[in-house]
């Protein structure tokens, strides 16, 4: 009933630029949160960013200052500016949205993107 679609990874040279999208479709009453979290080989799934539906911002320290998260409320979409990339950030990255399926639900659920590969390498 919901499902959210990532696109945009690929691979990228130290010190560049990506943008990751996640567009969200189904049965969506409301937005809560949206967010990223990624998961290099060997490691754990790690919170990267997230937005909230008044736009509130969290980072990860490891990102701050060179992450931006964003969204397109029209369109269910969120976004992942990633400028000066570096190595560490290489991972897969999901995408995840916490909504509400109707105004009777009293808590919000959460749904995953597939993951796409980020890969920083020179």
């Known amino acids: 009933q919901v499902q959210l679609v990532e696109s945009g990874g690929g691979l990228v040279q130290p010190g560049g630029s990506l943008t990751l999208s996640c567009a969200a479709s189904?049965?969506?009453?409301?937005?809560?949160?949206m967010g990223w979290y990624r998961q290099a080989p060997g490691k754990q799934r790690d919170l990267v960013a997230d937005?909230?539906?008044?736009?509130?911002?969290n980072y990860a320290d490891s990102v701050k200052g060179r992450f931006t998260i964003s969204t397109d409320n029209a369109k269910k979409t969120v976004y992942l500016q990633m400028n000066s990339m570096k190595p560490e950030d290489t991972a897969v990255y999901y995408c995840?949205?916490?909504?509400?399926?109707?105004?009777?639900?009293?808590?919000?659920?959460?749904?995953w993107g597939q993951g796409t590969q980020v890969t920083v390498s020179s």
């Open positions: 189904g049965s969506i009453f409301k937005i809560n949160v």
């Open positions: 937005i909230t539906s008044t736009g509130g911002t």
């Open positions: 995840y949205v916490d909504i509400m399926k109707s105004s009777y639900s009293p808590y919000w659920t959460r749904h």
